[in-house]
């Protein structure tokens, strides 16, 4: 039956086939990001190239300025497969191949329309509009974070601010050091204030922020609780939709659209839920999207378990993060937001500190266990350090704690050259026999 | 007589470990730590003795699959393979600073596998704000109160006033050191340099001291010099720490005189201050005073302005030591290097001295595909300055 051996990409069509009504309403939400750019920039008013989880979203909302999420960018070019002329454009100046692509297509972007003087042609969504200036952040989750956009003042001689976001080890005394590491954060966010007073020229209206805070506080609140109803069997609503429904909650949160779209997906999700209707009719296997960011150009494999019985039901990647209690002490907005970090960063650090050693192990566990998962995979993506080195640390610890079954698959975020059609169809086939060797074992 | 000199310098770099297994049955605790911005005066203040962990290019890695991915830094595959392997059995304790992402991933990796009695974790800020010199001072504090409950008693603060004054005295001679590569040709070979770099991190600070200055005063007396060859270079990266990196480039027509690499001037173009409060002073020489691509500096007056704040002490040593071209190893899935890679090659480019990015992955098949492309650059550049 060798010819039944499409590509997987060809097995399950083009396009990745979503569950919820509420995924399905994204798309405009990542169109608006460069629309809102371009209109802004066309008016004169401040428009920042961003990373997301910087720790700014408020502070950008607070003061009108208009956000360019260049991984989002990136990785709407890896979907509509645009993306190896930017990731090539940046070659050609002397940037490797196994740089982020989320950076190289950015570099590779802002070099062409440098060269061009104007937007490449056809680049998806109108492509992103010159910022005015530049906001990375140096953390310890991704060094391209500063690095890039330090190197794009090659092509966009804009200024550009760097804030320091940082969090202890599991093993750190968090009494001992949480004064001092929030000081820090809430110190950084004080100087990117500082920063954005000059470039626009406007003074932070404090009791806005503490609104947008309040009402950010609110959206998470209600997108971790529609993530919590996908706990329910059959599964209500899968990984690849979620690969949507991030959106809202990375690139607009502050804003009420973000709030009422979390709103209406808890509201849906509920209703599935209640109604025991599930992402596919024959749930066989239930498996956790444990680690990596996705092959944005190939969403659609997640469409292909299904085809096999198995669906994703939660993920860590793109998660909301956990509700923590911010200490009553905290008043000014900017205290607000250091301690949330400080909080959310070290949520599992007690937890993890008395068994495994590892908190994204014990997030795992967790899943695992509320989630009642069946098999356990994870996406290696080449260009990227930040997630996907460890993966394999991170699989022989939690091999200590379940003997679940494991996959790891191989390919980019952004690169569809690094993607093994044939390679990756069959490695899920096989695990798919495993899960289910695995499973008939148990009962 | 007790070897010294080049001899001493051969022997550790044969067998590296042969020094710290000798002062571990002496009954020293001998601390391993990556990275030149681990504050190596805390360690020695402690009593202990600090090691950096290198890489070794000759060795293929053979159990390091098992636990890191290949997408990760070679370098740090290479070490872990040989602590995997024994190689560091020796170390009673494990430090790393908050270097880059493949160093924070090490960590844990390291402290999990190979299980040390003693790790601990720096954490140091990409920024170079107010707040983060006090941040960097706290977290400097966490570490020396880590330290010392390991070693049961205090550091006081003229125990650490000591090992900055001793740790001064080993970086002003390393610049001693690279001084001998000024004449043409130079005194010493870049690759017997790095040897000793090698060496000297690898022994106590005090018999490094007393190691380079026998190096020193042996190369000054030398009869015999370095050939001299058609180009003299520069190298720029990151942890490009073993001699066969530097012998490949001196095989084929060039003196590598001066470099800007992890082991290389990188941590020793700098005196740590001896301050009131010593760890002060630690904070600024470590913070500030490492010019590596992982700390954002934040920008300054117009891009030149900027770039000259950046680079500037690369294009010092261009000029100080005549240099002809500049060779920018870039050590795969090494992010801050390959992004920066890009910028000081135009930067010294615009100054007038060519040079050339080429992707190394730390082994010595690297070093040999590179051979042709660096003698056509070499011959390119070789012209009499």
């Known amino acids: 039956m060798e010819e039944e051996k499409k590509g997987i990409l060809e097995s399950v069509g083009g396009r990745t086939i979503k569950t919820t009504e509420a995924s399905k309403k994204v798309r405009p939400f990542t169109k608006k990001i460069t629309q809102d750019g371009h209109q802004a920039a066309a008016e004169g008013r401040p428009v920042a190239y961003c990373f997301i989880m910087s720790l700014y979203d408020e502070i950008l909302r607070a003061m009108d300025i208009t956000p360019i999420w260049t991984e989002n960018y990136a990785a709407i070019c890896a979907v509509k497969r645009q993306a190896e002329r930017f990731i090539s454009s940046a070659q050609s100046d002397g940037f490797p ?28 969504d109108g492509g992103m509009p010159k910022p005015t200036m530049l906001l990375g952040t140096g953390m310890m989750i991704c060094d391209p974070r500063y690095k890039s956009y330090q190197i794009a003042q090659r092509y966009i001689d804009v200024p550009v601010h760097i804030h320091g976001l940082l969090w202890p080890p599991v093993e750190a005394d968090l009494d001992e050091v949480k004064d001092y590491y929030v000081k820090y954060a809430v110190e950084e966010l004080r100087g990117l204030v500082q920063f954005l007073e000059r470039q626009t020229g406007k003074k932070m209206d404090w009791d806005r922020l503490n609104a947008t805070i309040d009402l950010a506080n609110k959206t998470y609140r209600v997108w971790w609780d529609a993530y919590q109803l996908r706990k329910a069997v059959p599964a209500p609503m899968p990984t690849e939709d979620a690969m949507s429904t991030m959106v809202p909650g990375y690139f607009w ?18 209703y599935r839920v209640d109604n025991k209707i599930g992402v596919i009719p024959d749930e066989k296997y239930r498996i956790l999207w444990a680690a990596g960011l996705p092959p ?53 650090h007690e937890k993890a500190r008395k068994r495994s050693g590892d908190a994204m192990i014990e997030w795992m566990l967790e899943l695992i266990e509320d989630y009642k998962i069946d098999g356990v995979m994870m996406h290696r993506a080449t260009t990227c350090r930040t997630i996907h080195a460890g993966q394999i640390h991170q699989l022989n610890v939690l091999k200590q704690y379940t003997d679940l079954p494991t996959l790891v698959l191989e390919s980019d975020i952004c690169d569809i050259s690094a993607f093994d059609d044939a390679g990756t169809r069959n490695r899920i086939d096989t695990f798919i026999e495993v899960l289910d060797t695995h499973k008939k074992g148990k009962q | 007589m007790a070897e010294q000199g080049i001899a001493k310098v051969e022997t550790i770099y044969q067998d590296r470990g042969h020094r710290a297994r000798e002062l571990k049955a002496e009954g020293k605790k001998i601390i391993g730590y990556y990275c030149c911005h681990t504050p190596v005066e805390i360690i020695t203040a402690a009593g202990l003795v600090p090691y950096q962990i290198s890489g070794n290019v000759a060795e293929t890695i053979t159990k390091a699959d098992g636990y890191l991915e290949t997408i ?6 290479n070490s872990f393979d040989l602590a995997l392997r024994g190689e560091y059995d020796f170390f009673e304790g494990f430090v790393v600073p908050h270097a880059c992402d493949n160093i924070v991933k090490i960590y844990d990796i390291w402290k999990v596998n190979i299980r040390p009695p003693y790790s601990h974790f720096i954490n140091v800020p990409h920024t170079l704000t107010p707040a983060a010199h006090e941040f960097y001072k706290a977290e400097l504090g966490t570490f020396k109160r880590s330290i010392e409950r390991f070693i049961g008693g205090e550091i006081s603060p003229g125990q650490l006033k000591e090992a900055i004054q001793l740790h001064n005295e080993y970086r002003a001679l390393v610049r001693d050191l690279y001084g001998l590569s000024k004449p043409d040709p130079p005194l010493i070979l870049g690759s017997e340099r790095t040897k000793v770099l090698l060496a000297g991190t690898r022994i106590p600070v005090q018999e490094a001291n007393e190691l380079l200055r026998s190096v020193i005063g042996e190369v000054r007396g030398r009869s015999d010099r370095p050939q001299k060859k058609p180009a003299r270079v520069l190298i720029y990266g990151s942890q490009i720490d073993d001699a066969p990196f530097i012998e490949g480039i001196e095989g084929v027509g060039a003196n590598v005189v001066v470099d800007d690499l992890c082991i290389g001037t990188r941590p020793y173009w700098r005196e740590v201050e001896i301050t009131a409060d010593p760890v002060d002073g630690l904070v600024t020489g470590y913070l500030d005073g490492i010019k590596c691509a992982r700390t954002y500096r934040a920008r300054t007056g117009t891009r030149k302005e900027d770039l000259d704040n950046r680079f500037g002490h690369i294009l010092n040593f261009a000029r100080e030591f005549k240099v002809n071209g500049i060779i920018l190893l870039s050590i795969n899935y090494c992010d801050t290097y390959e992004f920066e890679a890009v910028e000081v090659r135009d930067y010294l480019q615009e100054a007038g001295f060519p040079g050339i990015i080429l992707e190394v992955d730390y082994t010595l098949l690297s070093i040999d595909w590179l051979k042709t492309r660096i003698q056509a650059f070499l011959e390119m550049v070789g012209q009499p300055v």
């Open chain 1, 97 to 124: 191949r196994n740089l982020c692509t989320y950076c190289t297509i950015q570099e590779g972007f802002d070099l062409m329309r440098y060269q061009l003087g104007g937007i490449p042609s056809d680049a998806p």
């Open chain 1, 253 to 270: 949160m502050g804003t009420q659209e973000a709030f009422n779209f979390y709103q209406d997906l808890y509201n849906e999700v509920k």
């Open chain 1, 296 to 348: 944005w150009f190939a969403l659609s494999i997640l469409n292909y378990f299904e085809m096999l019985g198995a669906v994703f039901p939660i993920e860590i990647t793109y998660h909301p993060p956990p509700p923590v209690e911010i200490p009553a002490a905290a008043k000014h907005p900017l205290e607000r937001l250091a301690w949330r970090f400080f909080k959310q960063w070290t949520y599992r």
């Open chain 2, 72 to 77: 990760m830094c070679p370098f740090c595959r």
